[in-house]
């Protein structure tokens, strides 16, 4: 065999073999993003569901004080009675 030939062989052997490393790499890199982006995924739907369930808490209490409690506000009549009080 002529050198020509070798260098050609190696180094196309060593392109293939570069080519395919860097093709596993790449693959496992993406895998990983990708499983990154799931882990967000539900991380974000565990804090709706959280923000949620405290959004119906105080839904729930504000309704029970509402109950208990006169709510003055200032769209309500009440409120100009009560601010001659003051």
Do not use: C, P
């Amino acid at each position: 065999m002529s050198l020509a030939s070798k260098v050609t062989l190696a180094s196309t052997s060593f392109f293939a073999l570069s080519t395919i490393i860097f093709v596993h790499y790449a693959q496992k890199a993406e895998k990983a993003a990708m499983h990154q982006g799931v882990i967000r995924d539900l991380e974000s739907q565990r804090l709706k569901k959280e923000r949620q369930q405290e959004f119906e808490l105080q839904s729930a209490l504000e309704s029970e004080y509402r109950k208990i409690q006169h709510v003055v506000t200032q769209n309500n009549d009440d409120y100009e009675s009560t601010k001659k009080y003051k």
